[in-house]
């Protein structure tokens, strides 16, 4: 059974950068798509961005790109999601998820993804 463990997140500031990990066990993350989701106070759970299985293409959602990066090492069984210039509307839970399916491109869609990690809360704020 494959888990997922989040890390790295915390408070900064307006500008700011944050790195987050994504560490797998029970299984190696080679067959699978990864996402990140964020969830904000009072908002739906969105979908950030996403990774193929090879990591030869990747998706982001509008409103961060240019500022975050989706990647993998899959010798360190590890997704990583850098954030730059962060924005006090990027303040949120951060969860990292799975697919198995292999999806090309893949989905920042949440029902298409089976394992899901516990999250890391992300703030930004001066």
């Known amino acids: 059974q494959l888990q997922l463990v989040e890390s790295g997140g915390g408070l900064v500031q307006p500008g700011g950068s944050l790195r987050l990990s994504c560490a797998a066990s029970?299984?190696?993350?080679?067959?699978?798509?990864i996402a990140w989701f964020r969830r904000a106070p009072g908002k739906e759970r969105e979908g950030v961005s996403c990774i193929t299985s090879s990591g030869g293409s990747r998706n982001y959602v509008d409103s961060v790109k240019g500022r975050f990066t989706i990647s993998r090492d899959n010798a360190k069984n590890t997704v990583y999601l850098q954030m730059n210039s962060l924005k006090p509307e990027d303040t949120a839970v951060y969860y990292c998820?799975?697919?198995?399916?292999?999806?090309?491109?893949?989905?920042?869609?949440?029902?298409?993804?089976?394992?899901w990690g516990q999250g890391t809360q992300v703030t930004v704020s001066s």
């Open positions: 998820a799975a697919d198995p399916r292999r999806r090309v491109p893949c989905s920042t869609w949440s029902l298409d993804y089976d394992y």
């Open positions: 029970g299984n190696t993350l080679d067959y699978y798509a």
